[in-house]
C-alpha cells in the first residue's frame, strides 16, 4: 500500500506540475488546474483502495527445502484458524509467546513438522507470517 500511496502522489505531482506550468488550454481556461486537482485526488484514492483491497485477499507462499514460508491477512481470529485448519489437523497443542499487545508467535509441533506461526494486528485486521519446518531425515 505504500509503494501504491508513493507512486500515486508522484504521478500526482507531475500532473499537477504540466497543468500548472506546461500546459495552457484556452478553452478550459482556470478550469484545467482545478480538474487537475480532483482527479489527481480520485487516483490517489483508488490506486490506494484497489491496492488495500488486494493486499487484504492475496496469500503469498515460498517453498524451500526446508519447509514454507506463507503469509497472508485476516480480519478476526476465526479467520485465521479457518485459514490454518488444513495445517493445524493432526498437530498438538499450541504453544504461545505473547512479545508485545500487538504482536504474538504460536507453535505447534505435528508429525512430520513444526508449524510457527505469527500474528500481528494491523490496523483492523491481523497480518499472519507462518513458517512450516519439516522434521523429516535426509538421507
Given at each position: 500500500?505504500?509503494?501504491?500511496?508513493?507512486?500515486?502522489?508522484?504521478?500526482?505531482?507531475?500532473?499537477?506540475?504540466?497543468?500548472?506550468?506546461?500546459?495552457?488550454?484556452?478553452?478550459?481556461?482556470?478550469?484545467?488546474?482545478?480538474?487537475?486537482?480532483?482527479?489527481?485526488?480520485?487516483?490517489?484514492?483508488?490506486?490506494?483502495?484497489?491496492?488495500?483491497?488486494?493486499?487484504?485477499?492475496?496469500?503469498?507462499?515460498?517453498?524451500?527445502?526446508?519447509?514454507?514460508?506463507?503469509?497472508?491477512y485476516?480480519?478476526?481470529?476465526?479467520?485465521?484458524?479457518?485459514?490454518?485448519?488444513?495445517?493445524?489437523?493432526?498437530?498438538?497443542?499450541?504453544?504461545?509467546?505473547?512479545?508485545?499487545?500487538?504482536?504474538?508467535?504460536?507453535?505447534?509441533?505435528?508429525?512430520?513438522?513444526?508449524?510457527?506461526?505469527?500474528?500481528?494486528?494491523?490496523?483492523?485486521?491481523?497480518?499472519?507470517n507462518?513458517?512450516?519446518?519439516?522434521?523429516?531425515?535426509?538421507?
Open positions: 500500500m505504500v509503494s501504491s500511496g508513493v507512486a500515486s502522489l508522484i504521478a500526482s505531482a507531475l500532473y499537477l506540475y504540466l497543468a500548472f506550468k506546461v500546459l495552457v488550454v484556452p478553452i478550459f481556461g482556470n478550469l484545467l488546474p482545478v480538474l487537475a486537482v480532483i482527479f489527481s485526488i480520485v487516483g490517489i484514492s483508488l490506486g490506494l483502495l484497489a491496492s488495500y483491497t488486494i493486499s487484504n485477499r492475496t496469500t503469498v507462499s515460498v517453498v524451500t527445502p526446508e519447509g514454507a514460508e506463507m503469509e497472508f485476516a480480519k478476526n481470529n476465526d479467520e485465521i484458524e479457518q485459514k490454518l485448519s488444513s495445517l493445524t489437523q493432526g498437530c498438538g497443542n499450541p504453544s504461545y509467546n505473547v512479545i508485545d499487545e500487538n504482536n504474538m508467535i504460536v507453535t505447534r509441533k505435528c508429525n512430520g513438522y513444526e508449524l510457527q506461526y505469527q500474528v500481528r494486528k494491523e490496523g483492523r485486521g491481523y497480518r499472519v507462518i513458517k512450516v519446518k519439516t522434521n523429516f531425515d535426509r538421507g
